[in-house]
């Protein structure tokens, strides 16, 4: 189980899981995406009033060892620590999807927040390069929660649970040039509207994710004055 909770210090979290795509299609973008969310997420603590992340590294179930990977939610930079321990599996396999549905699949079911508490939602951000998954297999999905018993989890049928917990975004991240990206936009649409999939390239991750969080924030949430883009932390990779 992840929380999120209010306290004296924050009040009134503001929870955001950013999942990350760490399959061999990916390659060293999901490199290059890391090294950026740790200056989003510096960023938007100076800018935004009790937000606290998550952040997730999203395999495939199907082929690979460490298919989801999962931190803690931090209101501040130790965040960082986190990061640092992101593996990189490159793994993945020829079914041209990875499993990214197991953010929302985790999000709903081990995940305690108390913005629900306040009638409010918590935001998930999937990025990745790959067609949206229509199943998660049930037996290594057990594995990973622990759960004793786990059938396999259907996109369809998932979705609406996550959409009543979370507002979902998903990042396609547009990086090579021979990937049929229509084709793998197509399958996201069949779940979350134009809104709610963005098709970016390397270099417009950053702002683009700033713009979500702000968004979903509000502006009753934005702290006032000028923020400067802070240097990067320290990553050892």
């Known amino acids: ?28 973008a999901a490199v290059e995406v890391a090294k950026q969310l740790n200056v989003i997420m510096t960023k938007l603590y100076e800018r935004v009033k009790d937000v606290e992340f998550m952040i997730m590294g999203i395999g495939d179930f199907a082929y690979d060892r460490c298919p989801l990977q999962v931190s803690q939610f931090e209101s501040d930079i ?59 297999p049930g037996e290594p999905l057990g594995k990973v929660t622990g759960a004793a018993r786990v059938q396999d989890v259907e996109t369809e049928k998932l979705l609406p649970q996550v959409l009543e917990k979370y507002d979902v975004y998903h990042i396609y991240v547009d990086h090579r040039n021979y990937r049929d990206v229509d084709e793998d936009v197509k399958t996201w649409k069949e779940c979350l509207d134009k809104q709610h999939i963005r098709v970016i390239r390397l270099d417009g991750i950053a702002d683009e994710i700033i713009r979500i969080v702000t968004a979903f924030a509000g502006n009753d949430a934005l702290k006032k004055g000028r923020v400067e883009f802070p240097k990067a932390l320290g990553i050892s990779w």
């Not at 979290?13 to 990916?26: K, R």
């Not at 321990?85 to 079911?109: D, I, M, P, Q, R």
């Open 1 to 28: 189980m992840r929380e999120c909770r209010d306290t004296e210090e924050h009040p009134a979290t503001i929870p955001v899981i950013l999942a990350l795509d760490v399959t061999g299609s990916m390659g060293n």
């Open 78 to 136: 130790r965040i960082a620590e986190q990061l640092d321990k992101l593996y990189f599996e490159f793994g993945g396999g020829g079914n041209n999807y990875e499993s990214y549905t197991a953010a929302w699949y985790f999000g709903v079911n081990h995940v305690k927040l108390d913005a629900w508490d306040r009638g409010q939602k918590g935001l998930i951000i999937t990025m990745g390069d790959e067609a949206l998954n229509p199943y998660i």
